[in-house]
């Protein structure tokens, strides 16, 4: 949970509060809706994926240009940290 919190931060400008062992509540520096990150169950696999996020960005195109020159790569509409 914390390397996807690190990656919010990092991409996204998300600020990360800790509000439990288990749940971490990221707010967008520039205001506006917070993400909620809650540890996965026991059962779920790796890799496994139960929602979709998007974002709302002004400009796509200074957006992807700056994410790819930040080492995030983009692949098929779908942004991805590299590890």
């Not at 400008?13 to 509000?19: E, L, S, W």
């Not at 998007?54 to 992807?64: E, G």
């Not at 020159?69 to 991805?80: D, P, S, V, Y």
């Amino acid at each position: 949970m914390n390397r996807l919190a690190a990656f919010y931060q990092e991409h996204f400008d998300f600020r990360p509060q800790v509000a439990a062992p288990d749940k971490m509540i990221l707010h967008p520096a520039s205001g506006g809706c917070a993400l909620t990150l809650l540890q996965a169950s026991r059962g779920q696999r790796v890799g496994q994926s139960c929602v979709k996020i998007i974002f709302d960005v002004p400009d796509v195109k200074a957006f992807r240009e700056a994410r790819l020159k930040a080492g995030l790569e983009i692949r098929k509409g779908a942004l991805r940290p590299r590890l």
